[in-house]
């Protein structure tokens, strides 16, 4: 076994010049591609797909393209690529893509400890718990980083008496650190002593509040709790740091890449500038593609961010092509040429414009579209939080050729049976991150998924390959990535997921779905999830069938 190749199947590794083939006699690989077709075997090189489909096929188109390679590439032969046989249930679908994602604020809530549990009943819990996330998997990398929790109640413990900063100093693991704790209902922060003294050094300390109050001892000194209004003290003085963002991204993105998540669109224009910054560092390119929003006031006289933008980056995975216009209905019902002039503007420098539904313009923005620019599909313009629609929006929207992007949770069978193009979000961290199970809620939305015997297997199963196409191919087009991402094609990268059933067989059933297991991630033909170690054998160019006969040839997965 070649030492270097099977290096090269760790995870953060690349598959160069790699071949995956289906389990003797089957097609495991789901294209996503117009036709919705499968494939025996798919050929990687660096980043990007080579040749996809039928081996025979992938045999010649290899050799031809190393044939266009300069010779100082030293390309191998079709016969000397490391080969990698899916096991008998494996299969592969395109990269999964969220279409609604607040990274940061997803990360955030998975590094908030909390405090709310059912098991917490007292001030030595509460302890007990810090010091388990402190030297968990995500605990702060250093003391100085601020720990963050939330939903403690004192009503519900065995003592109901207020907690203090020296409460927090008891343990060792936890003494001297920063730490910021919420209460359930909001109206009061728990400190540590270590904010308390940062309060005095920043002179920022406050014996007066305007509105609520500062517990404090005997002898007047503050006890660690602030209340109502003086809570917000802490929250204007220690705000969350570049440095915790940048953890609660990585937190993020490391548990989207379990999840089988390769791309998400991230609607916070707030983080878009710390992306940009991110990816220019010398880490490297970003966890896992983001595709960032710019804000636009409508009055404004250009649009936002810096002169190479609109910004597309492949190569450190991030893309910034989304614009999301602000607008009040009162001042757009008197000023529709304006708001036109700003769309036809960002259109014309190639963005794609962005609006949410719950904004009160919308309607007034829909009719102006629609009654004056309705050749609107190839600037992909986008209607987020896509709910409570009525046969009014539904009418806009189809006339405009806009995409509608859903919450997991809705049934988008009327924006369907309109032709009208539908992306998946999840608007975590309050519906979950998992694909999978957005997958599942969109395909439960189906009557067919729950009438036994009544609904024809191809209906369900196109009804599946929707969904799914939703979260990959309808994704990338909205974000004009659709020539690179999105699908299993020749020259795309290498973007993909390794899952333990087929989703797409109606046999699997709806509450089987989120039984699926994702075995591994591979994002630009680089290995982000799972370990593919001892899964390589050599290959000798010749049929699928005498691999495993003639060559040691190991298992993907079982």
Same mark, same amino acid.
């Given at each position: 076994m070649d030492t270097a190749l099977q290096k090269s199947l760790n995870t953060g590794c690349a598959l160069d010049c790699c071949l995956i083939v289906s389990y003797t006699g089957q097609q495991q690989i789901w294209t996503g591609d117009s036709g919705n077709h499968w494939a025996d075997c798919m050929a990687i090189h660096d980043e990007h797909i080579v040749a996809i489909g039928p081996l025979e096929d992938v045999y010649f188109e290899w050799n031809a393209y190393v044939a266009t390679m300069l010779p100082d590439k030293q390309m191998p032969k079709f016969s000397n690529l490391g080969i990698i046989e899916l096991g008998k249930n494996t299969v592969i679908i395109p990269g999964l893509m969220n279409s609604y994602i607040n990274m940061i604020q997803q990360g955030r809530h998975c590094m908030n400890i909390d405090l709310g549990r059912q098991d917490i009943g007292g001030i030595y819990d509460v302890i007990k718990v810090i010091r388990e996330f402190v030297v968990g998997p995500m605990g702060p990398s250093d003391k100085s980083e601020c720990i963050r929790g939330s939903g403690w109640n004192k009503s519900t413990w065995n003592r109901c008496i207020w907690p203090t900063a020296k409460d927090l100093e008891v343990d060792p693991i936890i003494k001297g650190r920063p730490i910021i704790l919420e209460s359930e209902n909001h109206h009061a922060i728990w400190v540590s002593s270590t904010i308390l003294k940062d309060l005095v050094r920043k002179k920022l300390w406050i014996n007066h509040v305007h509105s609520g109050d500062i517990m404090k001892d005997a002898k007047g000194q503050p006890t660690g709790v602030f209340l109502n209004g003086a809570a917000s003290i802490i929250s204007d003085i220690f705000p969350i740091t570049e440095q915790e963002k940048s953890r609660m991204f990585s937190v993020a993105a490391r548990q989207a890449r379990r999840f089988g998540m390769t791309a998400v669109h991230d609607p916070d224009a707030s983080s878009t500038d710390l992306y940009k910054k991110w990816c220019g560092l010398k880490e490297g390119p970003l966890p896992l593609r983001v595709f960032a929003t710019r804000k636009y006031d409508h009055n404004s006289a250009s649009v936002p961010g810096g002169s190479d933008e609109p910004y597309g980056q492949s190569a450190f995975r991030l893309s910034i092509r989304s614009v999301h216009l602000l607008a009040?209905?009162?001042?757009?019902?008197?000023?529709? $040429?304006?708001?036109?002039?700003?769309?036809?503007?960002?259109?014309?420098?190639?963005?794609?414009?962005?609006?949410?539904?719950?904004? *009160?313009?919308? *309607?007034?923005?829909?009719?102006?579209?629609?009654?004056?620019?309705?050749?609107?599909?190839?600037?992909?313009?986008? /209607?987020?939080?896509?709910?409570?629609?009525?046969?009014?929006?539904?009418?806009?929207?189809?006339?405009?050729?806009?995409?509608?992007?859903?919450?997991?949770?809705?049934?988008?069978?009327?924006?369907?049976?309109?032709?009208?193009?539908?992306?998946?979000?999840?608007?975590?961290? $309050?519906?979950?991150?998992?694909?999978?199970?957005? $997958?599942?809620?969109?395909?439960?939305?189906?009557?067919?998924?729950?009438?036994?015997?009544?609904?024809?297997?191809?209906?369900? *199963?196109?009804?599946?390959?929707?969904?799914?196409?939703?979260?990959?191919?309808?994704?990338?087009?909205?974000? /004009?990535?659709?020539?690179?991402?999105?699908?299993?094609?020749?020259?795309?990268?290498?973007? $993909?997921?390794?899952?333990?059933?087929?989703?797409?067989?109606?046999?699997?059933?709806?509450?089987?779905?989120?039984?699926?297991?994702?075995?591994?991630?591979?994002?630009?033909?680089?290995?982000?999830?799972?370990?593919?170690?001892?899964?390589?054998?050599?290959?000798?160019?010749?049929?699928?069938?005498?691999?495993?006969?003639?060559?040691?040839?190991?298992?993907?997965?079982?």
């Open positions: 009040e209905g009162g001042t757009l019902s008197n000023n529709q $040429f304006t708001f036109m002039g700003s769309i036809k503007k960002c259109v014309k420098e190639g963005w794609t414009v962005v609006f949410d539904r719950d904004n *009160e313009a919308n *309607e007034i923005m829909m009719s102006a579209i629609e009654g004056r620019y309705n050749q609107v599909s190839q600037h992909r313009i986008r /209607f987020d939080n896509a709910r409570n629609l009525t046969a009014e929006d539904i009418h806009h929207i189809r006339n405009t050729n806009a995409i509608a992007c859903l919450p997991s949770e809705i049934d988008g069978s009327a924006l369907r049976s309109n032709e009208i193009k539908v992306v998946l979000g999840s608007d975590t961290p $309050f519906d979950g991150l998992n694909p999978l199970r957005i $997958f599942q809620l969109g395909v439960s939305t189906n009557y067919g998924e729950h009438a036994k015997g009544k609904a024809r297997r191809e209906d369900l *199963e196109r009804h599946r390959i929707q969904i799914l196409r939703e979260m990959t191919m309808n994704t990338a087009f909205a974000t /004009f990535n659709e020539t690179e991402l999105g699908s299993l094609e020749p020259g795309k990268y290498a973007d $993909f997921v390794l899952i333990s059933q087929n989703v797409l067989d109606p046999s699997v059933s709806l509450s089987s779905i989120g039984n699926t297991r994702v075995l591994g991630t591979v994002i630009g033909g680089r290995v982000v999830y799972g370990s593919l170690v001892n899964c390589f054998s050599r290959a000798d160019g010749m049929l699928a069938r005498q691999y495993a006969e003639e060559f040691r040839s190991i298992k993907l997965y079982d």
